[in-house]
């Protein structure tokens, strides 16, 4: 059994996180995986290493990150999305360590539907949104409610890309994810809300921006976010662009819209992006648990 050496695990965890500091990753990604690898070498200063020192033989490394993986399932019962993350940051930490990372199973993920707004939170929002003064956030609002966009796609998106009269409409996305090119068509609700807009826009010869801020620039995908996000406040919610995208899709399946149909309007190059909103959410196996009883 080798002896745990916790001043050379220490020295190597503090070189680990100045090095990551320098990393391009996201603050909460550093924190997280800061977070999980000193979770980790706490566990090899208290554990039974018995096959060599985890940190210089990759047999060691192995064995020992398979029983951490335990350690967090068993002892502190940790869910498979937090398994997985602990994963992930001992292969970052190990990629930092030069050893490469340990051969060790992710755990299975249960299948689910992504989060979308149910029928009441929608109406929610829809009435928070018609309350709303600004003929702008209505229009994003509303285009990303029906149609499903992605925010990056409504922040690119030009005045000669929306097409609308009284009775039809489209929207053209020309670059989307992998820069491919689609057409939406549009219901009245968005038409309504764009020709609001567009006569409250006027014309701007310097910007062919459809979505301007005050400054008369485009506006960014950013503030799109935050707009979405504070229209969700107003009416109780906590939601984001990619929430009113999932709950654009969920609907069109839900409907009984073909999948290839959905996954052409959503952008999805692969049918099986599509699927997973035709998988049971959370509320729906509690609606399915809720229905087994009897009279008795």
């Known amino acids: 059994m080798t002896k745990p050496n916790p001043g050379d695990r220490d020295n190597?965890?503090?070189?680990?996180?100045?090095?990551?500091?320098?990393?391009?990753?996201?603050?909460?990604?550093?924190?997280?995986?800061?977070?999980?690898?000193?979770a980790f070498i706490q566990y090899l200063d208290s554990a039974r290493l018995e096959y060599g020192d985890p940190l210089a033989d990759e047999n060691a490394r192995d064995y020992a990150v398979r029983d951490f993986k335990g350690h967090l399932?068993?002892?502190?019962?940790?869910?498979?999305?937090?398994?997985?993350?602990?994963?992930?940051?001992?292969?970052?930490?190990?990629?930092?360590?030069?050893?490469?990372?340990?051969?060790?199973?992710?755990?299975?993920?249960?299948?689910v539907a992504p989060?979308?707004?149910?029928?009441?939170?929608?109406i929610a929002f829809l009435r928070a949104v018609?309350?709303?003064?600004?003929?702008?956030?209505?229009?994003i609002a509303l285009l990303l409610y029906h149609t499903g966009i992605r925010v990056s796609e409504c922040a690119a998106l030009n005045v000669d890309d929306v097409l609308v009269s009284a009775r039809k409409g489209n929207?053209?996305?020309?670059s989307g994810k992998g820069d491919a090119y689609r057409e939406i068509p549009l219901n009245?609700?968005?038409?309504?809300?764009?020709?609001?807009?567009?006569?409250?826009?006027?014309?701007a010869a310097d910007n062919t921006a459809l979505f301007l801020n005050r400054r008369g620039d485009r506006l960014s995908a950013r503030s799109i976010y935050q707009l979405v996000n504070r229209l969700g406040e107003k009416a109780g919610l906590s939601i984001s662009t990619h929430t009113l995208r999932h709950t654009c899709l969920?609907?069109?399946?839900?409907?009984?819209?073909?999948?290839?149909?959905?996954?052409?309007?959503?952008?999805h190059r692969r049918l099986e992006t599509t699927r997973r909103y035709s998988l049971p959410s959370a509320a729906d196996r509690r609606a399915a648990m809720d229905a087994l009883k009897i009279e008795y």
Do not use: C
């Open 73 to 111: 399932k068993t002892v502190l019962q940790a869910k498979p999305t937090s398994v997985n993350l602990a994963l992930a940051a001992v292969d970052h930490f190990y990629r930092f360590v030069g050893m490469g990372p340990p051969k060790v199973r992710r755990e299975e993920l249960p299948q």
């Open 171 to 174: 929207l053209i996305v020309r």
């Open 115 to 122: 989060a979308s707004l149910p029928r009441e939170a929608q």
């Open 12 to 38: 190597v965890l503090g070189r680990y996180e100045a090095w990551l500091q320098r990393q391009a990753l996201a603050s909460n990604t550093r924190r997280t995986y800061r977070t999980r690898v000193r």
């Open 250 to 267: 969920t609907n069109l399946v839900r409907n009984g819209n073909d999948l290839v149909l959905v996954a052409e309007i959503a952008g």
């Open 188 to 203: 009245a609700d968005a038409r309504k809300a764009l020709r609001a807009w567009l006569e409250s826009r006027g014309r």
């Open 130 to 139: 018609e309350r709303h003064p600004s003929k702008r956030d209505q229009a």
